[in-house]
């Protein structure tokens, strides 16, 4: 069975940074283009930030730009978002996703239409 299981999520005051991290089993994510999102309670879920598989090109959600950085490792099979300057506001819980709607078939940054796997997201709070 194919998991996706994000970690790192806790408490942090703004302006702070924080990295979370995904991390796979079940299947290789190497041939696959990752994503995380992001949703708060009352809100639409946010995309983020996603990754492609062949080339590790990058592409973020406007609200981040500048602030956030997407990565993968390969050979741990996991996905990382380096979060800094923190801004605070309501707790949002972050999803990881992977496109294994379309896998290998498709290059460069992952469609939304692709993210069919999630894992079962971290919390992140920021405080002011």
């Known amino acids: 069975q194919v998991q996706l299981v994000e970690s790192g999520g806790g408490l942090v005051q703004a302006g702070a940074s924080l990295t979370l991290s995904c991390a796979a089993s079940g299947r290789t994510l190497s041939s696959i283009g990752m994503g995380w999102f992001r949703h708060a309670l009352g809100k639409e879920r946010e995309f983020v930030a996603g990754?492609?598989?062949?080339?590790?090109?990058?592409h973020y959600g406007d609200s981040v730009k500048g602030r956030f950085t997407i990565s993968r490792e390969n050979a741990k099979n996991t996905v990382y978002l380096q979060m800094n300057s923190l801004k605070p506001g309501a707790t949002d819980v972050y999803y990881c996703?992977?496109?294994?709607?379309?896998?290998?078939?498709?290059?460069?940054?992952?469609?939304?239409?692709?993210?069919?796997?999630w894992g079962q997201g971290t919390q992140v709070t920021v405080s002011s």
């Open positions: 990754i492609s598989w062949n080339d590790a090109s990058t």
């Open positions: 996703a992977a496109d294994t709607r379309y896998g290998s078939r498709w290059r460069g940054i992952p469609s939304l239409l692709g993210f069919a796997l």
